[in-house]
């Protein structure tokens, strides 16, 4: 049988190379995601400014003991005393701090300073001059200086913490664009003072790291993270790892959709690849093949096929998740240190998976074979009128029920949660339609057949039949219509809903007329009481952005292990916002609901209604601020907001140093009525401190907008790859159910059809498929996006362009109809009696 098989891989290449590309595509896509889960996991980075320390003390970043690891948003620092304690220790040639901070040079924008003592952690050499020794002195990047025109000697202004300092150049270092200033320069110009970021450890001679390693580790103690191999590069970012953190949940939902979409096409083409051979099969049979060799030769065809499909799918899937990464830091959204893992799991995933929807649609399409009487083997083969069993209805109907609790559970969720819930409920209703595909796809084609046949007459008439005759075939044609608008629907329609809700719950907050931001890295709180001072300005208020957590009532228990989990309740994670309470009545939405938001000073906090239950007026609220440190703030105003939109709200003087630069990022500004905004846009930008810059809330909105489209560009490029895959497999599906007519259409040709009226019923054909198809799309959306929209938008519909409707199902059509007809054109081409 095995021989045969191989045989008859030869003798039906349209078939085999339809399942071949569905395969390959397939465990392509599958790895490929697989491969930015384990990157995501992994979230290796190889260090780069600190490549030549083995070992790197930095603060940790990670909360410990809680149920799911959470990552600290801002930096933690350490104190600069630890690094002496680090030199001591046995086996250490060297501990080198390492300072950096943010900057700009005038007119030639933003770089990155350091202290010239951590240049030997790269190591970066000096090109020209000497190293900085002295207040105001200053080596800049040959890269840097090359492209600013700058060199040696020269002098240089420098914006940084919202003033202007000037620097003399004494040497240019190579290979890095960055600046160098001396350390004690760079304790001052980051803002926190005994402070540094990190310490690299250099090895003495002869030196185990590993043995060093924990030396170092029993040396300071808990708290600092003692990292070692592609680990340092978290202490160059802190905010790498909550970045790769978002890959992990979006490559897992798009991985379970590329799956899906794989095992829909796969056992789709596969099957109807297996019954276009139903004759040959029943011809088998008939003149006395056993049910046992048929399976075996037709298991044995499809493992060949698979194998043939999978194996150099991979081998080219870690370049293809490779690219898939690079896409994603070139759009902003991941760091460019991370690096591309993909190990034997997604490897063994993506071709098992692969293996396991082929040969499970060939064993179902053997086992129907091989239990068919000759005779009725002959009979089927002619009609393909093949219903499906209970067993089928009986899992279709549990993913309906499935389908219908996410939905229920979609409504419910936080608006930013929804897509996390709508994502899977979107596979489970596609799964569940695509289970009772032949009970729908027939109940549509019957509820169009009436309209079909009077806009159509003849051709109409006999393409209805031939849809009610041959259930199979209608069906496996419908389901990638099905698959590919359902996706592309549900998907598309998702993202726009969410950026509508972004959108919307930004605008709302805001009610400034006047935004003052800076290009020196912020600006100094007291700027604040400069900006109140310019005639024209009636209210003026500062806003600082960060992230905190409540931390639970009942201190959480370890449990044990190197990441310390807990059985314990889960700190609340929630958006914090340090304001200045004087003028935020004109100039933000936040209304207290109960206390008085003017009592903000001090340690104290504004909480939403939500978070506030079971606290009273007057509470000590156990914080954790974005730097980790611990705090208890006095619970002073609570505030009503949307779900999953609201913020917790802190005296600025209380937030800024806890965040990465200790400045004010911008502050709102109300302007007078009947000012003149033009003169009042010069006193502003001209009221004191560099790189001043003014925008109005239109401006402002629309660089939200843009913040929110490079985190979408992720989505946006998976789903493209999903989508495509669906709709190669719409197409593919579609030529091959056409193709293997052939002897359908030479029968008719026989009896006097043109090759005209055939290509009208099949134009006809494709039309009914892709409504069927398009329909059953636009119903496992409508169930996706209804629920979506009630919990983001507050409406059952969803926010998008409608042109995205017509668009997607056009293009349905368009795809099944012309490769209907182009494949149909190239089969009529030969005689009627050809083969």
């Known amino acids: 049988m095995t021989a045969i098989a191989l045989r008859m891989l030869r003798f039906h290449k349209g078939g085999f190379l339809a399942s071949f590309a569905a395969l390959f595509l397939g465990a392509l896509i599958v790895v490929g995601c697989g491969g930015l889960l384990e990157t995501g996991i992994r979230s290796a980075a190889p260090p780069q400014r600190l490549a030549a320390a083995p070992i790197v003390v930095t603060g940790d970043q990670r909360y410990h003991g809680t149920v799911q690891e959470l990552i600290f948003p801002e930096r933690a620092r350490l104190d600069a005393a630890l690094t002496a304690k680090i030199g001591a220790v046995p086996g250490v040639a060297a501990a080198v701090p390492d300072v950096s901070f943010p900057a700009a040079l005038a007119s030639h924008g933003a770089v990155t300073g350091h202290n010239w003592a951590s240049a030997r952690l790269a190591p970066h050499r000096l090109a020209q001059g000497t190293a900085p020794s002295g207040p105001g002195q200053l080596v800049l990047g040959e890269d840097l200086a090359e492209r600013a025109g700058l060199h040696t000697g020269g002098r240089v202004e420098l914006l940084v913490r919202g003033a202007t300092e000037r620097f003399q150049i004494v040497g240019l270092a190579a290979g890095t664009a960055d600046v160098f200033v001396t350390d004690t320069d760079a304790g001052r110009l980051t803002g926190h003072p005994g402070k540094i970021d990190s310490v690299g450890v250099l090895l003495a001679p002869g030196a185990d790291g590993g043995r060093v390693a924990h030396a170092v580790e029993s040396a300071i103690g808990s708290g600092p993270a003692v990292l070692t191999g592609d680990d340092r590069g978290r202490a160059e970012d802190p905010g790498l790892i909550e970045g790769t953190d978002d890959l992990i949940p979006l490559a897992a939902a798009f991985g379970g959709l590329a799956a899906l979409a794989m095992v829909f096409v796969v056992a789709g083409t596969v099957g109807l690849s297996i019954r276009q051979r139903e004759r040959q099969t029943a011809l088998l049979r008939a003149v006395g093949a056993t049910p046992g060799q048929l399976r075996r030769m037709i298991l044995a065809e499809t493992m060949i096929l698979a194998v043939a499909a999978t194996v150099p799918a991979c081998l080219l899937a870690p370049w293809f998740g490779g690219r898939l990464l690079k896409a994603f830091t070139h759009g902003g959204v991941v760091s460019d240190a991370v690096a591309f893992r993909s190990g034997a799991f997604p490897l063994i995933a993506g071709a098992g998976l692969a293996l396991a929807a082929a040969l499970g649609a060939a064993f179902m399409a053997a086992h129907q074979a091989a239990r068919t009487r000759p005779a009725e083997a002959l009979a089927e083969a002619a009609l393909q009128r093949r219903w499906f069993s209970a067993g089928r209805v009986g899992l279709g109907v549990l993913c309906l029920g499935g389908g219908a609790a996410l939905a229920v559970g979609t409504a419910g969720a936080d608006g930013p949660d929804a897509g996390g819930v709508a994502t899977p409920a979107a596979l489970v209703w596609t799964i569940a339609f695509g289970l009772l595909g032949p009970v729908l796809a027939r109940a549509i084609t019957t509820a169009l057949a009436r309209p079909v046949r009077a806009l159509s007459g003849l051709t109409g008439e006999l393409a209805t039949a031939n849809a009610r005759a041959r259930t199979a075939r209608l069906t496996a044609a419908v389901m990638p219509v099905m698959l590919a608008s359902g996706l592309a629907l549900s998907l598309t329609y998702l993202q726009t809903t969410q950026s509508d809700g972004n959108r919307r719950a930004f605008e709302q907050a805001q009610r400034a007329d006047l935004v003052l931001t800076s290009t020196a890295g912020g600006m100094p709180l007291d700027t604040l009481d400069t900006v109140r001072a310019i005639p024209g300005v009636a209210a003026a208020t500062a806003q ?224 009914l498929v892709a409504a069927a198809g398009i329909t059953l799309g636009l119903l496992i959306a409508a169930l996706t996006l209804v629920p979506t929209g009630l919990s983001v938008l507050d409406s059952p519909l969803p926010g998008g362009p409608p042109w995205l409707l017509a668009a997607i199902a056009a293009a349905a059509l368009a795809s099944t109809v012309l490769t209907t007809l182009t494949t149909t054109r190239i089969t009529l081409r030969g005689g009627p009696l050809e083969p």
């Open 544 to 767: 600082i952005p960060s992230r905190g957590f409540i931390e639970p009532t009942a201190a959480p228990t370890p449990s044990g292990g190197e990441e310390e989990e807990s059985a314990g309740p889960q700190p609340t994670e929630l958006a914090l916002q340090g304001i200045t309470p004087q003028g935020a009545d004109r100039t933000t939405s936040y209304r207290a609901a109960t206390g008085t938001l003017t009592a903000l000073q001090g340690d104290t906090i504004a909480l939403p209604t939500r978070y506030a239950t079971g606290h009273r007026i007057g509470d000590a609220i156990p914080m954790r601020l974005g730097d980790g440190t611990r705090t208890r703030l006095k619970l002073v105003a609570t505030i009503d907001a949307r779900r999953g939109y609201e913020t917790a709200l802190v005296p600025a003087a209380l937030l800024a140093p806890h965040t990465g630069t200790g400045l004010v990022p911008q502050i709102l500004i109300s302007a007078e009525p009947g000012t003149d905004r033009t003169a009042l846009a010069t006193a502003l930008t001209s009221s004191g401190g560099p790189g001043l810059h003014l925008a109005d809330r239109a401006a402002l909105s629309a660089a939200q907008q843009d913040q929110d489209r490079t985190q979408a560009t992720m989505a946006w490029l998976v789903l493209a790859v999903v989508v495509g895959y669906a709709v190669i497999s719409l197409i593919n599906t579609q030529a091959l159910a056409t193709a293997e007519r052939r002897r359908e259409f030479g029968l008719m040709r026989l009896v006097g059809a043109t090759r005209r009226q055939i290509l009208r019923m099949m134009a006809v054909e494709a039309t």
